[in-house]
C-alpha cells in the first residue's frame, strides 16, 4: 500500500526579510527560515510549502499580497520559468549589494581569517546579451507552463528548442527570446526550429535514445565573428545536408559552421568529431591587442567584455615588473597567462585538459608571445620540487580553479613552491574562503576584489591578493 504523502501547509501574508544561499530568498515563520526563489526583501506573499525539515523549510511563491518598493518588473518572458537569470526581478544595483555581501560573509564566517577593506564589487559593463556562448537542447518533452495546462488547450506538437527545466533532466522549455546572447542567437535557434518542425525532423527523446536533433551550441565574439554547432543524434546525411545549407544561406554572419554526430548517453562534445560544413573550424576573440582563438571545444570566459575587467585586477594584483617568473595554475587555453605574458619574464602554465593546453599554445604562437610554456596534467602531479628546480621559484602564483576549490594536494604543492604573492581568482568565494584559511598562517590576505560576471543571477567571480607573512 502506497502511502498518501502528506500535504504541506500555505503560509499567507509572509514577510520576505532577506536574501540567502543560491539566490533564494528567505522568511523567517515561527522562528524557522523559509527558502523561495523569484521573491525579494519587502515582498509580502503567500507560500505553498514543498520541503519540511527540523529548522528550515523550502516552497514557492502562489501569490504576492504586496510588492517590496524596490522591486523591478521581470524583462523575460520565461523568467519564473526558466531556470536562469532569477534576479530578474531585483534592480541591479541592489544585486551587486547582494553579491558584494556574499562574497564578504563567506570570507569572514568560512574563511575566519584577518582581511583588509574589500573593494567595491566591480559591476558589469553590460545587463543583458553578454554571453558568448549558449547551448540549446532539442526535446519531444516540451515543459508546458501552469498557464498552458489550465487553458485546456491541445497541445498536438511537444517537440521544444530550450533549456532544461531545473530538476527535470528530460524537459525543456521552448524559448522564443533569449536576453542573454547578441540577437542573432535568437533568430539562429529560432529559425533552425521552425525549419526542423516545417520539415518533420524529430527532436531528441532522452529517455529512449531516439530523434535526430540533439543540441545547438551558438558562441560569438566581442569582435562580430560566430560560431554555430549542430549536434545529431541519428545519422541521417539527407536531412544533414538540407538544414545545413539552409543555415549556411540564412545566415551568412556565421564565421564557422560545423555539426557532430553524437551517438554517446551524455551531451559532451568533448570526445566527439566536429565536422567542419563551412567557414573555420575557430572563431576570435581580441583583448587588449591579443588574439585568443575559440575552437568547438576551447573554455573562454562566457562574458568576455567583463572577463577583459577580471584579468585587469588580475594583473594589477600580480604587480609585475618585468622580472617575474609567475606561475599560472589552472591555465586553461592560457587566456591569462598570455595576458599577463608582455609583464613578466616567464609565464608557466598547467592545466589538466590536453586539448586546452594545445589551445594555450597556439594563443600564444598567435600572439608572437615567446616567453609562456604550458603544461598538461594534475596540478599535484605536475607541481613538484622537480618541476620548480627545473623552471625556476614562481615569485608570483596566479591560480584560477575551478568552482570545487583547490585540492589539499594543490595546496600543499603551492606553499612547496612559495612564491611572494599568489594572486587567487575564484568562481566560488566558498570554497575560496577555506582555501585562504588552509594557508593563512603562510599567507595574508592584502586586497579583495569582488567582480560580478552573471548580472541577474546570484554568481560572483571574486579576486584575492595574498602575500608572503
Known amino acids: 500500500m502506497v502511502r498518501k504523502k502528506k500535504q504541506l501547509p500555505l503560509l499567507e501574508n509572509i514577510l520576505i526579510t532577506d536574501v540567502a544561499a543560491e539566490g533564494k530568498a528567505i522568511a523567517r515563520v515561527d522562528g524557522m527560515a523559509v527558502f523561495v526563489p523569484f521573491a525579494v526583501p519587502g515582498d509580502v506573499v503567500d507560500i505553498q510549502l514543498t520541503r519540511k525539515k527540523n529548522s ?57 581569517i584577518d582581511l583588509p577593506g574589500i573593494n567595491p564589487i566591480l559591476g558589469a559593463p553590460a545587463t543583458t546579451f553578454y554571453r558568448n556562448k549558449l547551448e540549446f537542447t ?10 498552458q495546462i489550465v487553458s485546456n488547450e491541445t497541445f498536438d506538437n511537444m517537440n521544444a528548442l530550450g533549456f532544461h527545466i ?51 551550441i551558438i558562441r560569438n565574439s566581442s569582435i562580430g565573428e ?32 560545423l555539426y557532430i554526430v553524437n551517438q554517446k548517453a551524455n551531451d559532451t562534445i568533448t570526445d566527439q568529431e566536429v565536422i567542419v560544413w563551412r567557414g573555420r573550424d575557430h572563431i576570435y576573440e581580441e583583448m587588449e591587442g591579443l588574439k585568443f582563438k575559440i575552437g568547438s571545444k576551447s573554455f573562454f570566459q562566457t562574458n568576455s567584455e567583463q572577463a577583459y575587467n577580471l584579468y585587469k585586477v588580475a594583473r594589477d594584483f600580480a604587480q609585475l615588473s618585468g622580472k617575474e617568473t609567475v606561475y599560472d595554475l589552472y591555465t ?113 590576505v592584502t586586497r579583495v576584489q569582488p567582480v560580478d560576471m552573471f ?3 546570484h554568481h560572483v567571480e571574486n579576486v584575492v591578493l595574498l602575500e608572503k607573512r
Open 56 to 112: 528550515f523549510a523550502e516552497g514557492r511563491v502562489v501569490r504576492i499580497e504586496k510588492y517590496a518598493e524596490n522591486r523591478t518588473v521581470p524583462f523575460c518572458s520565461h523568467f519564473g520559468v526558466c531556470g536562469g537569470c532569477k534576479w530578474q526581478m531585483l534592480p541591479y544595483d541592489e544585486q551587486l549589494k547582494q553579491k558584494h555581501r556574499q562574497v564578504t560573509d563567506n570570507l569572514e564566517r568560512i574563511g575566519k
Open 455 to 457: 548580472p541577474h543571477t
Open 138 to 147: 532539442f526535446s519531444n518533452k516540451k515543459w508546458l507552463t501552469e498557464a
Open 166 to 216: 531545473p530538476g527535470m533532466f528530460d524537459k525543456v522549455l521552448d524559448i522564443d527570446k533569449c536576453w542573454l546572447q547578441d540577437d542573432l542567437s535568437n533568430q539562429i535557434r529560432n529559425a533552425v526550429r521552425e525549419f526542423c518542425l516545417e520539415n518533420g525532423y524529430t527532436f531528441f527523446d532522452l529517455r529512449n535514445q531516439v530523434g535526430l536533433m540533439r543540441t545547438l
Open 226 to 257: 560566430w560560431m554555430v554547432i549542430v549536434v545529431f543524434y541519428e545519422d541521417d546525411p539527407e536531412k544533414r545536408e538540407k538544414l545545413m545549407n539552409f543555415i549556411a544561406g540564412e545566415f551568412p554572419q556565421i564565421t564557422s559552421l
Open 332 to 444: 586553461g587555453t592560457g587566456s591569462i597567462a598570455n595576458f599577463v605574458a608582455r609583464n613578466a619574464k616567464k609565464v608557466v602554465g598547467i592545466e589538466y585538459v590536453p586539448e586546452a593546453i594545445h589551445d594555450a599554445h597556439e594563443n600564444s604562437r598567435l600572439n608572437g608571445i615567446d616567453n609562456t610554456l604550458f603544461y598538461a596534467g594534475d596540478m599535484k602531479d605536475v607541481l613538484t620540487a622537480d618541476f620548480i628546480s627545473e623552471h625556476g621559484r614562481p615569485d608570483v602564483i596566479i591560480t584560477d580553479p575551478p568552482r570545487a576549490g583547490m585540492h589539499n594536494d594543490v595546496i600543499d604543492a603551492l606553499l612547496l613552491a612559495a612564491p611572494e604573492r599568489i594572486v587567487y581568482v575564484s568562481c566560488n568565494p566558498a570554497t575560496q574562503a577555506r582555501d585562504l584559511s588552509l594557508i593563512d598562517s603562510h599567507y595574508r
